[in-house]
T-cell receptor
Framework: DTGVSQDPRHKITKRGQNVTFRCDPI?????LYWYRQTLGQGPEFLTYFQNEAQLEKSRLLSDRFSAERPKGSFSTLEIQRTEQGDSAMYLC???????????????FGQGTRLTVV | AQKITQTQPGMFVQEKEAVTLDCTYD???????LFWYKQPSSGEMIFLIY??????QNATEGRYSLNFQKARKSANLVISASQLGDSAMYFC?????????????FGAGTRLAVHP
Protein backbone atom coordinates (compact mmCIF):
# COMPACT_ATOMS: atom_id res chain seq x y z
CA ASP A 1 0.00 0.00 0.00
CA THR A 2 1.69 3.17 -1.16
CA GLY A 3 0.87 6.41 0.58
CA VAL A 4 -0.10 9.76 -0.86
CA SER A 5 2.47 10.92 -3.37
CA GLN A 6 3.16 14.53 -4.32
CA ASP A 7 5.31 15.90 -7.09
CA PRO A 8 7.49 17.91 -7.13
CA ARG A 9 8.75 17.99 -3.55
CA HIS A 10 10.28 21.42 -4.04
CA LYS A 11 9.61 24.18 -6.54
CA ILE A 12 11.33 27.54 -6.88
CA THR A 13 9.71 29.94 -9.30
CA LYS A 14 9.89 33.57 -10.23
CA ARG A 15 7.06 35.90 -9.35
CA GLY A 16 4.48 35.96 -12.10
CA GLN A 17 5.14 32.43 -13.36
CA ASN A 18 2.57 29.64 -13.32
CA VAL A 19 3.18 26.44 -11.38
CA THR A 20 1.38 23.11 -11.23
CA PHE A 21 1.57 20.47 -8.54
CA ARG A 22 0.41 16.88 -8.73
CA CYS A 23 -1.04 14.61 -6.07
CA ASP A 24 -1.61 10.87 -6.33
CA PRO A 25 -3.85 9.71 -3.48
CA ILE A 26 -4.05 6.27 -1.96
CA UNK A 27 -5.68 4.24 -4.71
CA UNK A 28 -8.94 3.27 -3.03
CA UNK A 29 -9.55 6.71 -1.49
CA UNK A 30 -12.36 8.64 -3.11
CA UNK A 31 -11.89 11.85 -1.13
CA LEU A 32 -8.97 14.19 -1.83
CA TYR A 33 -7.97 17.44 -0.13
CA TRP A 34 -5.50 20.24 -0.63
CA TYR A 35 -4.10 22.21 2.28
CA ARG A 36 -1.59 25.06 2.52
CA GLN A 37 0.88 25.41 5.37
CA THR A 38 2.89 28.56 5.92
CA LEU A 39 5.94 28.69 8.15
CA GLY A 40 5.14 28.27 11.81
CA GLN A 41 1.47 27.56 11.26
CA GLY A 42 -0.80 24.56 11.01
CA PRO A 43 -2.21 23.53 7.62
CA GLU A 44 -5.20 25.45 6.25
CA PHE A 45 -7.89 23.81 4.16
CA LEU A 46 -8.02 24.85 0.50
CA THR A 47 -10.34 22.47 -1.32
CA TYR A 48 -12.02 19.05 -1.29
CA PHE A 49 -12.95 16.53 -3.98
CA GLN A 50 -15.19 13.52 -3.77
CA ASN A 51 -14.30 11.45 -6.80
CA GLU A 52 -13.99 14.00 -9.64
CA ALA A 53 -16.38 16.55 -8.12
CA GLN A 54 -14.92 19.57 -6.34
CA LEU A 55 -17.37 19.97 -3.49
CA GLU A 56 -15.84 22.77 -1.45
CA LYS A 57 -13.38 25.59 -2.01
CA SER A 58 -11.99 27.81 0.72
CA ARG A 59 -12.02 31.56 0.21
CA LEU A 60 -8.22 31.20 0.54
CA LEU A 61 -8.36 29.75 -2.96
CA SER A 62 -8.26 32.94 -5.01
CA ASP A 63 -9.04 33.15 -8.71
CA ARG A 64 -5.37 32.46 -9.45
CA PHE A 65 -5.72 28.99 -7.99
CA SER A 66 -7.40 26.08 -9.71
CA ALA A 67 -7.60 22.46 -8.72
CA GLU A 68 -8.78 19.51 -10.77
CA ARG A 69 -9.30 15.81 -10.34
CA PRO A 70 -10.35 14.84 -13.84
CA LYS A 71 -10.86 11.09 -13.50
CA GLY A 72 -11.32 10.87 -9.78
CA SER A 73 -7.79 9.63 -9.26
CA PHE A 74 -4.83 12.05 -9.26
CA SER A 75 -5.30 15.77 -8.73
CA THR A 76 -3.47 18.89 -9.86
CA LEU A 77 -3.25 22.28 -8.19
CA GLU A 78 -2.26 25.18 -10.46
CA ILE A 79 -1.27 28.64 -9.32
CA GLN A 80 -1.22 31.31 -11.98
CA ARG A 81 0.81 34.51 -11.79
CA THR A 82 2.51 33.46 -8.57
CA GLU A 83 3.12 36.01 -5.84
CA GLN A 84 5.62 35.94 -2.99
CA GLY A 85 2.74 35.39 -0.59
CA ASP A 86 2.08 32.05 -2.28
CA SER A 87 5.31 30.68 -0.81
CA ALA A 88 4.22 27.81 1.41
CA MET A 89 4.03 24.04 1.73
CA TYR A 90 1.12 22.61 -0.26
CA LEU A 91 -0.13 19.38 1.26
CA CYS A 92 -2.41 16.86 -0.36
CA UNK A 93 -4.41 14.34 1.63
CA UNK A 94 -6.86 11.57 0.87
CA UNK A 95 -9.41 9.53 2.78
CA UNK A 96 -12.21 7.06 2.41
CA UNK A 97 -15.81 8.24 2.38
CA UNK A 98 -17.08 5.27 4.29
CA UNK A 99 -15.71 2.64 6.57
CA UNK A 100 -14.82 2.28 10.16
CA UNK A 101 -13.98 5.37 12.12
CA UNK A 102 -10.29 4.82 11.81
CA UNK A 103 -10.57 4.56 8.04
CA UNK A 104 -11.91 8.05 7.62
CA UNK A 105 -8.88 9.93 8.87
CA UNK A 106 -6.91 11.89 6.31
CA UNK A 107 -3.60 10.49 5.06
CA PHE A 108 -1.21 13.23 3.99
CA GLY A 109 1.55 13.36 1.45
CA GLN A 110 4.95 14.89 2.12
CA GLY A 111 3.96 18.12 0.46
CA THR A 112 5.33 20.42 -2.22
CA ARG A 113 7.34 23.31 -0.87
CA LEU A 114 6.90 26.36 -3.11
CA THR A 115 9.26 29.30 -2.98
CA VAL A 116 8.40 32.36 -5.07
CA VAL A 117 11.35 34.68 -5.63
CA ALA B 1 -15.99 30.49 15.06
CA GLN B 2 -14.27 27.17 15.36
CA LYS B 3 -10.73 27.35 16.66
CA ILE B 4 -7.94 25.12 17.94
CA THR B 5 -5.47 26.54 20.43
CA GLN B 6 -2.12 24.99 21.25
CA THR B 7 -0.46 27.19 23.85
CA GLN B 8 2.92 25.47 23.98
CA PRO B 9 5.15 26.54 21.07
CA GLY B 10 7.87 24.16 22.27
CA MET B 11 8.27 21.37 24.77
CA PHE B 12 11.14 19.15 25.72
CA VAL B 13 11.20 15.83 27.52
CA GLN B 14 13.79 13.32 28.60
CA GLU B 15 13.84 10.03 26.76
CA LYS B 16 11.60 7.38 28.37
CA GLU B 17 9.54 9.95 30.26
CA ALA B 18 5.93 10.92 29.56
CA VAL B 19 4.89 14.28 28.13
CA THR B 20 1.54 16.04 27.74
CA LEU B 21 0.84 18.36 24.82
CA ASP B 22 -2.06 20.74 25.37
CA CYS B 23 -4.96 21.42 23.02
CA THR B 24 -8.13 23.39 23.60
CA TYR B 25 -10.89 23.85 21.07
CA ASP B 26 -13.83 26.09 20.52
CA UNK B 27 -16.99 24.96 18.80
CA UNK B 28 -20.72 25.16 19.36
CA UNK B 29 -21.31 21.92 17.46
CA UNK B 30 -22.35 18.79 19.31
CA UNK B 31 -20.75 16.42 16.83
CA UNK B 32 -17.06 16.82 16.13
CA UNK B 33 -13.90 14.79 15.98
CA LEU B 34 -10.50 15.64 17.38
CA PHE B 35 -7.23 14.47 15.88
CA TRP B 36 -3.56 14.60 16.65
CA TYR B 37 -1.03 14.54 13.84
CA LYS B 38 2.77 14.36 13.99
CA GLN B 39 4.86 16.24 11.42
CA PRO B 40 8.54 15.26 11.27
CA SER B 41 11.02 17.37 9.36
CA SER B 42 10.20 15.41 6.19
CA GLY B 43 6.88 17.28 6.07
CA GLU B 44 4.38 14.44 6.06
CA MET B 45 1.50 14.69 8.52
CA ILE B 46 1.20 11.37 10.33
CA PHE B 47 -2.10 10.46 11.99
CA LEU B 48 -1.70 9.52 15.65
CA ILE B 49 -5.06 9.35 17.38
CA TYR B 50 -8.74 10.26 17.06
CA UNK B 51 -11.47 11.12 19.61
CA UNK B 52 -15.11 11.56 18.69
CA UNK B 53 -17.19 14.01 20.70
CA UNK B 54 -19.63 11.26 21.66
CA UNK B 55 -16.94 8.79 22.68
CA UNK B 56 -17.21 8.18 26.39
CA GLN B 57 -13.77 6.68 26.83
CA ASN B 58 -10.48 8.40 26.14
CA ALA B 59 -8.80 7.15 22.97
CA THR B 60 -5.55 5.22 23.16
CA GLU B 61 -3.19 4.11 20.40
CA GLY B 62 -0.07 2.39 21.66
CA ARG B 63 2.06 4.99 23.47
CA TYR B 64 -0.41 7.74 22.63
CA SER B 65 -3.49 8.58 24.66
CA LEU B 66 -5.89 11.47 24.41
CA ASN B 67 -7.07 13.10 27.62
CA PHE B 68 -10.50 14.30 26.52
CA GLN B 69 -12.27 16.71 28.87
CA LYS B 70 -15.41 17.75 27.05
CA ALA B 71 -16.65 20.29 29.57
CA ARG B 72 -13.31 22.07 29.48
CA LYS B 73 -13.07 21.65 25.70
CA SER B 74 -9.63 20.19 25.95
CA ALA B 75 -8.03 17.25 24.13
CA ASN B 76 -4.51 16.86 25.41
CA LEU B 77 -2.13 14.31 23.90
CA VAL B 78 -0.12 12.17 26.28
CA ILE B 79 2.96 10.41 24.93
CA SER B 80 4.30 7.79 27.29
CA ALA B 81 7.86 6.47 27.29
CA SER B 82 9.17 9.14 24.89
CA GLN B 83 11.61 8.07 22.21
CA LEU B 84 14.15 10.12 20.27
CA GLY B 85 12.06 9.55 17.15
CA ASP B 86 9.16 11.41 18.75
CA SER B 87 10.96 14.71 18.17
CA ALA B 88 8.69 16.53 15.70
CA MET B 89 5.90 19.08 15.39
CA TYR B 90 2.56 17.96 16.80
CA PHE B 91 -0.74 19.36 15.60
CA CYS B 92 -4.19 19.12 17.13
CA UNK B 93 -7.07 19.33 14.65
CA UNK B 94 -10.87 19.29 14.60
CA UNK B 95 -13.39 17.94 12.10
CA UNK B 96 -17.08 18.87 12.10
CA UNK B 97 -19.23 16.83 12.25
CA UNK B 98 -17.36 13.84 13.60
CA UNK B 99 -18.34 11.71 10.61
CA UNK B 100 -17.87 14.42 8.01
CA UNK B 101 -15.19 14.85 5.40
CA UNK B 102 -11.71 15.95 6.43
CA UNK B 103 -12.00 19.70 6.33
CA UNK B 104 -9.71 19.93 9.33
CA UNK B 105 -9.06 22.99 11.46
CA PHE B 106 -5.52 22.83 12.82
CA GLY B 107 -3.81 24.53 15.71
CA ALA B 108 -0.44 26.23 15.33
CA GLY B 109 1.39 23.19 16.64
CA THR B 110 3.85 22.30 19.39
CA ARG B 111 7.46 21.41 18.67
CA LEU B 112 8.57 18.51 20.85
CA ALA B 113 12.22 17.79 21.46
CA VAL B 114 13.17 14.50 23.11
CA HIS B 115 16.55 14.59 24.84
CA PRO B 116 18.65 11.48 25.52
Amino acid sequence: DTGVSQDPRHKITKRGQNVTFRCDPISEHNRLYWYRQTLGQGPEFLTYFQNEAQLEKSRLLSDRFSAERPKGSFSTLEIQRTEQGDSAMYLCASSLAFGGRKNTEAFFGQGTRLTVV
Amino acid sequence: AQKITQTQPGMFVQEKEAVTLDCTYDTSDQSYGLFWYKQPSSGEMIFLIYQGSYDEQNATEGRYSLNFQKARKSANLVISASQLGDSAMYFCAMRRPSGGYNKLIFGAGTRLAVHP
